[in-house]
């Protein structure tokens, strides 16, 4: 990303009274914090129905189409309190292995769904209520790994950027 642009970008505003403010930082992450809890959680209670763990009597287009309400308003709750939290520092973020990191898993979970969405679920009427097939369970279990795997370098980033420190001092 060209340096004036990430200049430009923490010149903003919005970065400027991230970067002063001893509050708005906190708040901002808290909201990002429960947005991926809630994104994590409906997307867990799918995966562990893929992988035939639990809710095995439930149909899972009845399962999913419930999670999913709560899934993409989650996921536009912490893309949008993610990015408003990156902006201020983004320069120090790009310079971070965790959040690329976090990026990538979040791209794989994405193409593991597409893939699911677009092949695997096609035949769900077969297996609805019953034993997912084997592709369902991978699909699962690459979801889980994927997602966890996004909260553990998301966590990591504020151990990685700052050393923990709060805003107003360089978080």
């Not at 959680?41 to 799918?46: F, L, N, Q």
């Not at 973020?93 to 994405?110: N, Q, R, V």
């Amino acid at each position: 990303m060209p340096d004036h642009f990430v200049n430009w970008l923490q010149g903003l505003p919005w970065s400027l009274y991230m970067q002063e403010s001893l509050w708005a930082f906190p708040v901002l992450e808290a909201v990002h914090v429960l947005a991926v809890a809630v994104l994590f959680g409906s997307i867990a209670v799918v995966d562990i129905r893929l992988l035939g763990l639990a809710s095995t009597r439930a149909p899972l287009t009845e399962l999913s189409k419930d999670a999913l309400k709560w899934t993409w308003g989650a996921f536009v709750v912490a893309a949008a309190s993610g990015v408003a939290m990156l902006i201020p520092r983004l320069s120090d973020y790009l310079a971070t292995p965790s959040l690329w990191l976090k990026f990538c898993f979040i791209a794989i979970a994405g193409i593991n769904m597409a893939i699911f969405e677009g092949v695997v679920f096609r035949d769900v009427a077969a297996w609805d209520r019953g034993p997912p097939p084997r592709a369902a369970r991978a699909a699962g279990l690459i979801s889980l790994v994927c997602w966890t795997l996004v909260i553990v370098f998301g966590r990591w980033i504020g151990f990685t950027v700052g050393h923990g420190e709060v805003f107003g001092g360089g978080f």
